[in-house]
């Protein structure tokens, strides 16, 4: 299992070292992201899938800890989503998507499905401007989905430097990005 993980959030955007899953702050530390969290729910009953990836010491020089539990997705299903980003170098722990949500105008969640086709994440609440957050989102596995082995990627981007806009790509600067592997179940009703 491959895990990208590079966390840290930041007020004045990210620049990237040499190695390009690992971003380095270049001022204005607000505060670190050690834990991205994501619970899926299926819509209509069932047990909720969750699942974290955590870089234990933020920035520092140990690497990010595998998937903690297997997202498997049934075909001709959708699941409600949430996202939790955490900060565990503090005590207590900081629950860092409050301050995103109070902070949401700034702020956009994006999800990136790869190799697997069939599932489509949308349906994404929206910030005061009726523009896109994705702290809370829909993940749709069609009836046509192929049984495989896919990636998520999230990415959380932080709105300084640019306005925040409908445009469907992150900012360039970068709170978060891991990316999370799934498999889609043959199973369909």
């Excluded at 800890?65 to 498997?72: D, S």
């Excluded at 430097?161 to 709170?175: E, G, H, I, L, N």
């Amino acid at each position: 299992m491959v895990v990208l993980l590079s966390l840290g959030l930041t007020n004045a955007g990210c620049q990237k070292a040499d190695n390009p899953a690992i971003y380095v702050p270049t001022r204005n530390d607000v505060e670190p992201i050690t834990r991205v969290e994501l619970t899926l729910t299926p819509v209509g009953g069932g047990t909720p899938i969750s699942t974290q990836i955590a870089d234990p010491d933020g920035r520092g020089p140990l690497p990010a800890v595998e998937q903690t539990a297997p997202i498997v997705l049934l075909r001709n299903r959708v699941y409600n989503g949430r996202v939790r980003v955490y900060n565990d170098l503090t005590s207590p722990t900081t629950n860092v998507t409050t301050e995103i949500a109070d902070e949401q105008t700034a702020h956009r969640v994006f999800y990136t499905v790869s190799n697997a086709s069939g599932v489509a994440v949308s349906k994404f609440d929206h910030d005061d401007n009726g523009l896109n957050v994705g702290l809370a989102y829909q993940v749709t596995v069609s009836t046509a989905a192929v049984a495989a082995t896919g990636k998520l990627n999230v990415v959380l981007s932080h709105y300084d430097a640019v306005a925040k806009t409908t445009a469907d790509r992150p900012s360039p600067q970068t709170d978060a990005s891991v990316t999370f592997d799934f498999s889609i179940f043959r199973f369909v009703e």
